[in-house]
């Protein structure tokens, strides 16, 4: 098996133990740790953020172009966000944007 | 009958399934994985932020740590999800296992109210909804691979659809949550990490981080209303 198919299952995997493990511990009787619903409740919107810089993670500042057409383009999504509250517009608006800027300006 | 009405509750989802299906099949074509890739990771996978975040993790050769520990965080709010549906789905019977296999955040908003349309059969009602909204997404990726092939256009900057998709969800739940703080952690503590262990190393130390700021503030942020908001915009 190739590293990436390995990759592959072991998400696969996990995200399937994920989804199980409540059905197979917290059956009806047993109460869900007050602990781990609040990790729950409060995770994604942390993670969220840590994926936003997972992405950015390449990003050169120093040299030229400074980033100018990643943070345009962040800027631009988080604008169309606020605005019109529909997550595909603003990714597919973002992502047009950086396609042509880093191809026909920068 | 009992697919029209599980066709109909499902439609809101196709759109969205089946553009960000294609965004994730033309970013996995374009890092040089075909359409086998996009069937395998979408029907076993089955996450929409976790498969864009894949396609990194596979191109970069991540370790198998790095990647179990990363679904982990990325996918931990299934959890919730599925500790939340544990009395609904308790007497699913033979279609249980699939009920909880396809608990996306859309399927889950989908069937969380926990309404059945009248005359329906609970069981066969959620099955379908869920293996509606699961085809949908394959369906999206394997167009995507065939189309990545065949673009009529220069895609260079196409990868930038994974930033958009987490910025855009970023600034949905930032406009919908209570409190900043566990936002804020998120994005210092990586910024933190990533400026003290370099890109490719940054990821584990700032799921700790994370954890262990936002288990510290236990007690100061007004718990959020909000599994269910959580999810919905969230992922694909």
């Not at chain 2, 395998?40 to 975040?53: E, N, P, R, T």
């Not at chain 2, 709010?77 to 859309?106: C, N, Q, W």
């Not at chain 2, 065949?150 to 739940?173: H, K, N, R």
């Amino acid at each position: 098996m190739s590293h990436a198919a390995l990759l592959v299952a072991v998400m696969a995997a996990v995200t399937i133990l994920l989804r199980f493990l409540p059905f197979l511990i917290f059956t009806n009787g047993r109460k869900t740790p007050s602990y781990i619903l609040y990790l729950g409740g409060i995770l994604p919107q942390a993670i969220v953020g840590m994926l936003v810089v997972y992405c950015l993670r390449e990003t050169d500042l120093v040299s030229a172009p400074h980033g100018l057409p990643e943070i345009l383009s962040v800027a631009a999504v988080a604008a169309l966000q606020a605005w019109k509250r529909n997550s595909l517009l603003s990714i597919l608006g973002g992502t047009v944007l950086y396609m042509l800027l880093v191809q026909l300006i920068f | 009958m009992v697919i029209r009405k599980a066709f109909m509750t499902s439609l809101p989802v196709m759109a969205g399934y089946i553009v960000l299906g294609t965004g994730f099949g033309i970013l996995l074509r374009s890092a040089g994985y075909g359409a086998l890739w996009a069937l395998a990771m979408s029907l076993f996978i089955y996450a929409g932020s976790m498969q864009f975040v894949g396609v990194s993790l596979i191109t970069g050769a991540a370790s198998v740590l790095t990647t179990a520990v990363t679904t982990v965080m990325i996918n931990a709010r299934h959890l919730f999800y599925s500790i939340s549906m544990i009395s609904r789905y308790k007497d699913a019977g033979k279609v249980k296992p699939y009920l909880i296999f396809a608990l996306t955040d859309e399927t889950y908003t989908l069937l969380s109210d926990g309404k059945i349309p009248e005359g329906a059969d609970p069981d066969a009602y959620r099955f379908l909804v869920s293996f509606f909204d699961h085809c949908y997404w394959v369906l999206g990726s394997v167009l995507g691979s065939f189309a990545g092939e065949f673009l009529p256009f220069d895609s260079t900057g196409i990868e930038f659809s994974m930033t958009a998709l987490f910025t855009a969800s970023f600034v949905e739940q930032w406009l919908s949550a209570g409190s900043h703080l566990p936002a804020l952690t998120g994005l210092l503590s990586t910024a933190l990490c990533l400026v003290l262990f370099g890109p490719e190393n940054f990821l584990i130390p700032s799921m700790i981080l994370i954890t262990v700021i936002l288990s510290a503030l236990r007690g100061r942020i007004a718990t959020p209303e909000s599994r269910k908001s959580d999810g919905r915009r969230e992922e694909k």
